[in-house]
C-alpha cells in the first residue's frame, strides 16, 4: 500500500537531500546531470579511496559477464489496462487468490459481490492483501525440492468496502472479517504437471489479528506490553515486507499499525501522547473503524492502555510447526517494519537491515551478540540478543551506525532500554538519524551492499542541485556497505539508481518498493505508486554492475507488484498483484475474466521463463 498521508518524525534531523546536495555541490563529477546520477555516479569518495573488498577479505564481487538481462522487455504500450503484461520469453500461472481455500477442500470465497465470506470462513482463507512472502522448500537429507514447500505470506492490508462490502463496519462480525483477512499465510504448495497448488499439509495455518503471540527480548514482561486489562498478547497486523532467516524461519514485518486503532473518546476525550504522535496514531486511524466493536483497539479506554505497543514488530514464524507462537523479536525495535534481510558477517554474527516506511523516517540495523550458530545451539535466539543501530548518512560517502543503547550520552533522557526498543523512532530522533525519503525494502546484492527502496516523497520541499529529489514523487534506490563485513560501526554509500531519471526511456518507472538481489546481480524491482507513461505498477530487473534495466511484467489496473519468493534453482518466482483494481470490478476482475463482474482479487503470480532459465535472466 502506498501509504502516503503524513510525517511523524518533527525532530528537524538534517534531511537526506540536504547530505545529498552537499555532496553532490562538491563534485565536479555530477554536473553530467540526470543520466549519469541514473547509475550510481554519485559514487563516493570514500569508495573509492578505502573499499576494496568491504573489509571481507572475502574476494571482491565481479560480475558474470555479459547478458545478465536477456530477456524481451515489456514495452510501454503493453503496459496498462485491466490485464496482466510479461516479458515474452515468461510466462505466468495465477496463485492462492484471496479467498482460496488454505487447503483444498476448505471454505472459499471466489469474488462474488452480493456474498462475501463469513469472519470464521475467512480465517480458513487466504487473506487479502499479498504482500511480502518467502518459500521454504521441502527439504529430506540433502534432497531440495523445487517443487514442494511452505510459502509464508503477508496479508498486508484490506479496505472496509473491499473486504466487507461496507464502507464502515456495522457489528463485531464485520470487523471479525477485516481481522481475519489480514497477517499470515502459511500454505503448502507444489507443482504438479506444471501448475503450481495448495496441498494438504499438517503445517498450514493462517495467523491474524486474534492468534496468540508471544514476546521475546529485552521488551518482553516490561510493564510497556502490559495492559490494566491483563489481556494476553493476540495478532499481527499490516503485514507489509519480510525477511526469513539463516536457520529456516520466516519474519514478518508490522508496518502501519497506527491505522487500525482508533479513540471511541467512550471514558474521556482522548489525545495522543508524544510517543502516540510520532507513530502516528490519531482518533480515526486509517478508518477501519475497528475500535468502534474491539475495544482492543480503543485508544480511548483506559483498560487497553499499552495495546498499542505491542504492534510494530518482527514476528518470527515457524514454517514447518503449525503450534508455534509467534514471536515478537522486541531487540529489533518497533517502528512502522517495512521489511528485513539478514546477513552473516564473517564472525558468524547476523546483521538484520530494516527501513522505517514513512516520510523523513529512518533505517535501521540489527546486529546480534554472538555468532548465530553458538546462540542457536545454547537455546538463545540471535534475534533476542544485540544492538539496535540507526542509520547517519554523512555528506562525503560515508555513514554511521548509532547505536540505540543506554551507554550513548544522547539517549540519556529514556529510563531503560526497555523504553529505547518500544519507542525507537523517538531514541533515533534524539541518536541525530538521518530522516530518508520512505524507506521500503532491503536486501543484499550480490555484490555484498545492502540496497534500499526509497519510495518517494512528496512533502520534501528543498530541491537538490544535481536531481530533481525536491519534491521527490519517483524515489531511488540507496546502497551502503558496512566496515568490518557488516557489523561495523561506519558504512559507505552512494546512490545506486533514481527512478526519476528512467522517465525518458524504455524502462520508465517510479515508487519503487519490493527489492531483491539475486546471487548473480540481478536487481529485482517493484513499484507501488503512480507509474509514469500511463503504466500500471511493474517489475523491473537491474543489472547492479552495468545499471541496465528492463521490465519484466506489469500488472492490471490499479495494483500494486510487491513480494518476492523463488524456488531453490531460481526456475520460479513468485510475486504479488496487491489491491488490483482497488477492489472495483469495474476497473478489473482479476484474476476472474475482465467484464465478469468478480471482485477483483489480490493474487500471487507464478512467473517462469519459457525455456526453464533462471528467473531474470
Ligand atoms: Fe507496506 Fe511501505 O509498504
Ligand atoms: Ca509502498
Ligand atoms: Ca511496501
Known sequence: MDHDNGISNKSGNRPF????????????????????????????????????????????YRPRGRNLIGFEPVPVEAGSGPEVSISSDYEYDVLIPWGDPLEPGGPSYDGDPDSRPSAKNQAEMIGIGHDGMWFFPYTKKRYVSNRAGMLCINHEFGTNPHVTGKAFP???EDVRLSQHAHGVSVVAIAEWKGKWRQIRSRNSRRIHVNTPVAFSGPVAGSELLATPNGNIPLGTVNNCANGYTPWGTYLTCEENFNGYFGASNED?????????????????????????????????????????NRFGWIVEIDPWDATQTPVKRTAMGRFKHEGVAIVEGKDGRIAAYMGDDERFDYIYRFVSADDWKTMRAQGR???????????????????????????????????????????ARLAADAAGATP???????????????????????????????????????????????????????FVWDIFLIAATTHDSEDAFGSPDGLWGDPD????I???????????????????????????????????????????????LFANLQHPGNGDPAATSFPAPTGSGRIPRDATLVIRRKDGGIVGS
Not at 386 to 393: C, D, E, I, N
Not at 521 to 524: D, I
Request: proline letters at 6%.
Open 17 to 60: 537531500q540536504d547530505v545529498l546536495r552537499a555532496r553532490a555541490s562538491r563534485r565536479s563529477v555530477i554536473a553530467g546531470g540526470l543520466a549519469t546520477a541514473a547509475t550510481g555516479i554519485l559514487a563516493p569518495a570514500a569508495m573509492a579511496d578505502g573499499w576494496k573488498d568491504g573489509g571481507s577479505g572475502k574476494k571482491p
Open 170 to 172: 456495522e457489528s463485531l
Open 268 to 308: 474521556a476525550t482522548w489525545t495522543p501522547t508524544e510517543a502516540q504522535s510520532r507513530y502516528g496514531f490519531s482518533s480515526n486511524g486509517f478508518g477501519y473503524g475497528w475500535h468502534l466493536f474491539d475495544k482492543r483497539f480503543d485508544l480511548s479506554d483506559a483498560d487497553y492502555r499499552n495495546e498499542e
Open 381 to 423: 535466539s540471535p534475534l533476542d540478543e544485540g544492538t539496535l543501530y540507526v542509520a547517519k548518512f554523512n555528506e562525503d560517502g560515508t555513514g554511521e551506525w548509532l547505536p540505540l543503547t543506554m551507554d550513548n550520552p544522547a539517549l540519556s533522557s529514556f529510563a531503560s532500554q526497555e523504553e529505547i526498543l518500544t519507542f
Open 436 to 490: 530518508m525519503d520512505r524507506p521500503e525494502w532491503t536486501t543484499i546484492g550480490a555484490d555484498g551492499y545492502a540496497y534500499c527502496t526509497l519510495t518517494n516523497n512528496s512533502r520534501r520541499t528543498e530541491p537538490g542541485p544535481a536531481n530533481p529529489l525536491a519534491p521527490n514523487p519517483d524515489g531511488h534506490i540507496i546502497r551502503w556497505k558496512d566496515s568490518d563485513d557488516y557489523t561495523g560501526s561506519s
Open 521 to 524: 546481480g540481478r536487481l529485482f
Open 526 to 572: 517493484e513499484t507501488d505508486g503512480g507509474q509514469p507513461l500511463g503504466l500500471n505498477d511493474q517489475m523491473l530487473v537491474a543489472d547492479i554492475n552495468s545499471g541496465e534495466l528492463r521490465r519484466l511484467l506489469t500488472g492490471v489496473t490499479d495494483c500494486e507488484v510487491t513480494g518476492l519468493a523463488v524456488t531453490p534453482d531460481r526456475r520460479t
